[in-house]
């Protein structure tokens, strides 16, 4: 079952949640830097890395930087 517990602890609660989905470069820095002081940000990456979430910022990481880890990770397991 996925452990969604850290949800309780995270930093974007108090925070409109349009503010991590931006329409632009500025608005995707605001995001992360709001990510950078949030604790459970490595549980939120890998959330939305497990679930595929393609759209908005999580655990730090815009849309293109999951897309590059997710790429890796594929080549990573290829080559094992
Ligand atoms: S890392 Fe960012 S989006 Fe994820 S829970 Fe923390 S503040 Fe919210």
Known sequence: MLNTL???????????????FPSDGLGVEVAKAICAECA???????????????????GGCSERQRRRIRRERRRSAVAA
């Open 6 to 20: 850290w949800m309780e602890r995270a930093r974007c609660q108090e925070i409109p949640p349009n503010t991590f």
């Open 40 to 58: 459970v940000s490595g549980n939120c990456l890998e959330y939305a890395l497990s679930q595929r979430i393609d759209h908005g910022v999580w």
